[in-house]
């Protein structure tokens, strides 16, 4: 595990969470989606064109360089479109390649803004029972959910993905408010693969990590 990721949240109130910390793997990076997407994004690709070969022309120095902005955003605006307040990614090599793999920390979501009580809430994030779990990450209660998610070209997603999710319901609210650290890769492109299963395993871990922050 590398150092230690901390952010914040917008809307918060006496006794409860300003936001969250947690351990992310080594080599991966965080770009936060309210501000500074920017200059994440370009302290990341400036990052990446250092691990480059010395000698590689300028022009495809360039090239190179570009077409990474341009994914980054691109990435970082599908993560901003899913209401994302934290986008977590990897930025280094391992064994020549990008690790197909992230995952997103969501806006907080009330239950009352969208009619349901905290069983409902619950219940509605859960795809079914064989595929969910109880959790209970830093005293706050939940739901780990393991599935797989289709291919939705509306979204630009081209392959099936292995998707798991906290549900984690935020402590101290008066109303219900709740948490979602949503992991997706498509690994070899095969999502029960050994591969997707050793970076569902990475993601776990980094969960055990995760911390409510206050002030």
């Known amino acids: 595990m590398s150092g230690t990721t901390e952010s914040s949240f917008e809307d918060t109130s006496a006794g409860t969470p300003t936001g969250y910390t947690l351990v992310p793997p080594p080599g991966w990076d965080m770009i936060p989606l309210r501000a500074g997407t920017n200059e994440a994004i370009k302290r990341i690709v ?100 393991d599935g797989v998610a289709q291919p939705d070209p509306s979204r630009e997603v081209e392959h099936c993905s292995r998707r798991v999710e906290y549900i984690l319901k935020i402590p101290n609210h008066a109303t219900p408010k709740w948490l979602t650290v949503s992991f997706s890769t498509i690994a070899d492109g095969r999502p029960d693969s050994e591969l997707a299963d050793i970076l569902v395993e990475l993601f776990d871990a980094v969960m055990t990590t995760f911390r409510w922050s206050y002030e």
């Open 46 to 145: 400036d990052g990446s064109v250092q691990e480059l070969p010395a000698d590689i022309p300028r022009d495809d120095l360039t090239k190179a360089r570009l077409e990474l902005i341009k994914r980054l955003r691109k990435v970082a605006r599908q993560a901003r479109e899913a209401r994302a307040l934290d986008l977590h990614l990897p930025v280094e090599r391992v064994d020549g390649m990008t690790l197909p793999a992230s995952f997103i920390i969501s806006e907080p979501l009330t239950a009352s803004s969208v009619g349901m009580d905290s069983a409902m809430v619950l219940s509605s994030l859960r795809p079914n029972a064989s595929q969910s779990e109880e959790v209970t990450i830093d005293g706050a209660t939940g739901f780990r959910v």
